[in-house]
């Protein structure tokens, strides 16, 4: 574990701020990319893995909502 303090000299965001807004964009980025995931199993036939796309998916959307709920309401605190 890092010992080091938050400071946001470098980015100008608090650490823990940044870090929660790096996740959500993560979160959003990978149900981007699992779309892409489930169309190319569904073209190769395989619903199995298509279906486990989905689920992965539905994980990261709720990572990304829970993500911006925690942003809101610190940055309206």
Same mark, same amino acid.
């Given at each position: 574990m890092s010992t080091q303090q !938050?400071?946001? =000299?470098?980015?100008?965001? =608090?650490?823990?701020?940044?870090?929660?807004?790096?996740?959500? !964009?993560?979160?959003?980025?990978?149900?981007?990319?699992? !779309?892409q995931y489930v169309s190319d199993a569904e073209r190769a036939g395989d619903n199995e893995l298509a279906d486990f796309f989905r689920r992965a998916q539905g994980a990261s959307r709720k990572g990304a909502e829970e993500g911006k709920n925690l942003l809101r309401q610190r940055l309206a605190g």
């Open positions: !938050e400071t946001g =000299q470098v980015t100008g965001t =608090q650490d823990k701020d940044y870090n929660i807004i790096w996740f959500t !964009e993560q979160c959003l980025s990978n149900v981007l990319r699992l !779309e």
